[in-house]
């Protein structure tokens, strides 16, 4: 069976010619450059039964902002990590001096934290303005 040809009634059994202007063609020829996998025919039945025809767009953009999320995501996971082990090394010392020693340097990457997650605050409200303005 080829692609596209389905069994029984439902099937593509009819096949329609049709001719369209040089502007209509360029408009099915940018639909089919936002879709993935899709060929004229299948956008053109997609049109005659009025079926959705989704597009992808790339917005290049927000790749820097992405990118930095990215990267921001990766300093939040390593402060975390060293978080961790400062709050074990405090819970393994029963002396108020390592206990303080520690609680200091932990309270020090809590600061380092806080200026990430606020950087990515801010970020996500760029992406919200531009993803809900449209």
Do not use: C
């Amino acid at each position: 069976m080829r692609k596209g040809q389905t069994k029984g009634e439902d099937g593509l059994q009819h096949l329609v010619w049709t001719r369209v202007n040089q502007s209509k063609y360029n408009e099915i020829e940018r639909l089919i450059a936002g879709t993935k996998n899709e060929t004229i025919s299948s956008i053109v039945r997609k049109i005659i039964y009025k079926n959705p025809i989704k597009v992808y767009i790339h917005d290049e953009s927000m790749d820097l902002l992405l990118e930095e999320l990215a990267v921001i995501r990766g300093e939040i996971k390593a402060i975390g990590v060293n978080i961790n082990q400062l709050a074990k090394l405090f819970n393994t010392y029963p002396e108020e001096q390592k206990k303080a020693f520690y609680a200091k340097i932990g309270y020090q990457e809590y600061l380092r934290l806080e200026s990430k997650i606020d950087r990515t605050l801010l970020i996500i409200s760029k992406l919200g303005k531009k993803w809900l303005s449209e």
